[in-house]
C-alpha cells in the first residue's frame, strides 16, 4: 500500500503573494496610464477652440470688406458655443477685435484669444499648463500648437 507525503502533494491556484504582486503592478500601471489619458482627452477637446478660433480671421475679414466704412464693429459671426467652450467677442471697433475662447466642463480653466491680427495667446490655463501671450497652449509644460 502507497502512502503520499504531504510534501509531495500538488495544490492548484494562486498563492496570497502572487495576487498581491499582480495588484501592485496593475495599481503602478494604472497610476501613470490614467492622467497620460487624461491628458489626451483634454488636449483632444482643446482642438475645437483652435479650429473655432482659427476660422475667425476669415469671417472678420470678410465682414470687414463687405461693410463700409470699413469696421469690425458689429460683427457676430461667432462660432456656436458648445459644451467645452463659450465664444466672446470685445473690442470690436472700426480697425481690431478680440475673440475670446473660455472652457467649460472638462476643459475649465483654458482661456484662448485671437486679434484681428491673427496674434494668439492663452490667457488663462489650469495649473501645469502654463499661458503665453504669443501663442495656443496645448501641452503641459507650456507647449505650443505648431
Known sequence: MKTRSLSTRRERGFTLIEILVVVAIVG???AIAVPA???YVIRARLTEAFSALGSIPTAAEDYWNT?????YAGFDRMPPNSANFTYALSGASASAYTVTATGAGPVAGFVYTIDQNGNRATTAAPSGWGTSTSCWIDRKGAQCVQ
Open 28 to 30: 503602478i500601471l494604472s
Open 67 to 71: 461693410n463700409s466704412p470699413h469696421t
Open 37 to 39: 489619458y487624461q491628458d
